[in-house]
């Protein structure tokens, strides 16, 4: 699986961003073509990425993101919003007609050909999940309807399924809930519940073996153990910050970005 980063920060801007796309296993990156967001002096355009994935159906690796428009001015007319989607096989941009809650909280996670944020609809909070194979987005409401409200709330993938881990920023308890079916508020399942710890500041993810990784109040990375240690803290000698660290799991793939789908 190809990994990609940007090149730019998710704010408002006057001219065109650029995306990278990055495979860590042979360090080649390949620039994609531009957004077909519109830039013009009389507005600013905010282009907000919302996932990358692998399209196993069509054999190829997209993009997705929301471009939006905002002017000062009360006489100016804003381009409508629109989503699009980046095709690696062509190489190219494409509008989609969706009206899907945008990213609230900047991270997402990809599993099995979706791509997961959390968003909010009318006044509600979400779970969207939109399938890079079909094109269909699916909302699944929180475990419950606080889940939110004075929590620190992450995304991840635990044991094949997409997990939210919220931590209670007043007592330093987390719990970890897994969603059994998407659009199913009572498939959610709480599979962890880890006692208050003084010293977590931010959970940031899972591993692959079921352990958490979060930042310390001193702003450094350190792994909790849920499945054969739990409540030992091991601590990673990483400096990180607060709210802009993500763990992100990937398959290796040697072969070279412009021949993955031939």
């Given at each position: 699986?190809?990994?990609?980063?940007?090149?730019?920060?998710?704010?408002?801007?006057?001219?065109?961003?650029?995306?990278?796309?990055?495979?860590?296993?042979?360090?080649?990156?390949?620039?994609?073509?531009?957004?077909?967001?519109?830039?013009?002096?009389?507005?600013?355009?905010?282009?907000?990425?919302?996932?990358?994935?692998?399209?196993?159906?069509?054999?190829?690796?997209?993009?997705?993101?929301?471009?939006?428009?905002?002017?000062?001015?009360?006489?100016?007319?804003?381009?409508?919003?629109?989503?699009?989607?980046?095709?690696?096989?062509?190489?190219?941009?494409?509008?989609?007609?969706?009206?899907?809650?945008?990213?609230?909280?900047?991270?997402?996670?990809?599993?099995?050909?979706?791509?997961?944020?959390?968003?909010?609809?009318?006044?509600?909070?979400?779970?969207?999940?939109?399938?890079?194979?079909?094109?269909?987005?699916?909302?699944?409401?929180?475990?419950?309807?606080?889940?939110?409200?004075g929590f620190d709330v992450d995304l991840t993938v635990l044991n094949g399924f997409v997990a939210i881990i919220t931590h209670c920023k007043k007592t330093k308890s987390s719990q970890i809930?897994?969603?059994?079916?998407?659009?199913?508020?009572?498939?959610?399942?709480?599979?962890?519940?880890?006692?208050?710890?003084?010293?977590?500041?931010?959970?940031?993810?899972?591993?692959?073996?079921?352990?958490?990784?979060?930042?310390?109040?001193?702003?450094?990375?350190?792994?909790?153990?849920?499945?054969?240690?739990?409540?030992?803290?091991?601590?990673?000698?990483?400096?990180?910050?607060?709210?802009?660290?993500?763990?992100?799991?990937?398959?290796?793939?040697?072969?070279?970005?412009?021949?993955?789908?031939?």
């Amino acid at each position: 699986m190809v990994f990609f980063v940007f090149s730019y920060d998710q704010t408002r801007t006057t001219s065109p961003v650029f995306v990278v796309l990055c495979n860590p296993a042979t360090g080649e990156m390949k620039v994609i073509p531009p957004s077909l967001a519109e830039f013009q002096p009389e507005f600013t355009t905010e282009i907000l990425l919302h996932g990358f994935g692998y399209d196993h159906v069509r054999d190829d690796y997209k993009v997705i993101q929301i471009v939006e428009y905002f002017t000062e001015s009360n006489d100016g007319v804003e381009p409508d919003p629109f989503w699009e989607i980046y095709s690696l096989k062509t190489n190219s941009w494409t509008k989609i007609n969706f009206d899907m809650p945008r990213n609230e909280w900047i991270f997402y996670v990809y599993f099995d050909g979706v791509c997961h944020w959390l968003g909010r609809t009318d006044n509600k909070r979400f779970l969207v999940s939109f399938n890079l194979c079909n094109d269909v987005c699916l909302l699944t409401p929180p475990p419950s309807e606080d889940s939110f409200d004075g929590f620190d709330v992450d995304l991840t993938v635990l044991n094949g399924f997409v997990a939210i881990i919220t931590h209670c920023k007043k007592t330093k308890s987390s719990q970890i809930s897994i969603l059994g079916e998407l659009g199913v508020k009572e498939s959610w399942i709480r599979l962890f519940h880890v006692e208050p710890l003084s010293c977590i500041e931010h959970p940031i993810g899972a591993g692959k073996k079921g352990n958490m990784f979060f930042i310390k109040n001193t702003d450094e990375l350190a792994c909790l153990d849920l499945a054969t240690r739990p409540g030992v803290i091991e601590k990673i000698d990483v400096e990180v910050i607060q709210y802009e660290a993500q763990i992100v799991i990937y398959k290796e793939n040697l072969h070279p970005i412009e021949g993955l789908n031939n």
